[in-house]
Nanobody, 125 residues
Framework: QVQLMEIGGGSVQAGGSLRLSCVAS????????MGWFRQAPGKEREGVSC????????AYADSVKGRFTISLDNAKNTMYLQINSLQPEDTAMYYC??????????????????WGQGTQVTVSS
């Protein structure tokens, strides 16, 4: 059974940092495309970053390039999102997602089958 659990959200001031973790079970993070998404109140869910360990590739939304870093620890079957220079517009529920059986990178919601329950990130100015 595939499960994803996000850890690490919280409330921070603008300019601060957070590291989100996504602990996976039921599949291997070394072989499945995985991604981070976020959804702010009243807005659609958007892809933030994705990673595919099979070909060691990553991708980022333009709004987070240079501030967010996605990574994997395959030994722990865990994906991370390091978020630096947080801004109020980063406030959202952050979700991790996985697509076992698929290949390649994607920031599209529709490519992912499994989702975590989300972790809230709130940034105050």
């Amino acid at each position: 059974q595939v499960q994803l659990m996000e850890i690490g959200g919280g409330s921070v001031q603008a300019g601060g940092s957070l590291r989100l973790s996504c602990v996976a079970s039921g599949f291997s993070t070394s072989s499945a495309p995985m991604g981070w998404f976020r959804q702010a109140p009243g807005k659609e869910r958007e892809g933030v970053s994705c990673i595919y360990a099979h070909n060691d590739m990553t991708a980022y939304a333009d709004s987070v390039k240079g501030r967010f870093t996605i990574s994997l620890d395959n030994a722990k079957n865990t994906m991370y999102l390091q978020i630096n220079s947080l801004q109020p517009e980063d406030t959202a529920m952050y979700y991790c997602a996985a697509a076992p059986g698929r290949v390649g990178l994607s920031l599209s919601n529709y490519e992912y089958v499994y989702w975590g329950q989300g972790t809230q990130v709130t940034v105050s100015s």
